[in-house]
């Protein structure tokens, strides 16, 4: 037994060893550089396979957003728009960094793990640990759009994931919205889409501030045209700019767009999914059954089996 103890003890010494924790967070540059950035900036890291690359899970753990994610954590659409803009290196599927669909993601640096040939709109800024290119398209986490067009979700994926498409001059609302379904043949209308109604003027910047199942906009709104937020779309998400709510439209197949009413009032996102109204019910209500239970069965504690 003492033998079995000893050579148990030494296989498994080999097979967890222990190494300088010193190692679990290094400071590489490339991570520096991106978190130095302002405006909470989304990354891309591209490799020749899924090792030699930033994995996503890694730039989480650096606190970076890279738009890649992961399967657990990712939406239908969003799934299918990523598929979309993807080109294929042998099996493993990569996001194309000449595409518009990045700046729109908001993508302002790209990480690879090789140097890469193009697009112009990337500018080398380090090789020192991998190439580290700055996207000079990169648009906000928030921007206000002058024109806005209603399409079936088929065709704002073929749109969004195309090389010609201009996510700053045109947003494409498709698939649902709080209270109904629109489509491009007719239903609800997109204000603003006329050609006519957008603004010539250059449109105002928009900060953006995060929160817990919340968003807040601010700055100074122009006056009939969307406001694109590059966050998933997902029922439950609601807006509302001091007392009224706005209507949250599914943007560019898989983000969200919301209409400002008034021009200099903050507009506040906050997320309230059906399924928790719906849980929260549902305990409430085993809870009142199981105090209902306990009381009853104190009541009749003690008294005599014939007792009506």
Known sequence: MWAASVDLFIYVDKFTPAVNPDYLHINARCIETIKAAPGNPRVLSLGEDAIHRIAPNTAMIAGLEDIQGSDSLEVGQYRRLWKAICKTNGDFLQ?????????????????SSVPLSGPDKLTLVSDYDGYLYENASALPRAFSV?????????????ACASADFDPAAEVLLSGKLAGG??????????????ESDAPTRELPAIDCA?????VRLSGQFAPG????????FFPGWRAYQGEDELPVWQADHSLRAVYPREDNEDILLVFVPGSGAVGMFLTL????IIAGLSVYSKATRGLPSDHP
């Open 95 to 111: 996001p194309d960094p000449s595409l518009p669909a990045i700046d729109l993601l908001g993508v302002a640096f790209v990480h």
């Open 146 to 158: 002058p024109r806005a067009r209603v399409v079936s979700p088929e065709e704002a994926l073929e």
């Open 181 to 194: 379904r629109y489509t491009a043949s007719g239903g609800l209308r997109a204000p603003g889409s006329d």
């Open 210 to 214: 995060h929160g817990a199942n919340a």
């Open 225 to 232: 045209c969307p406001v694109v937020i590059a966050d998933t």
């Open 285 to 288: 209500l085993g809870l009142g």
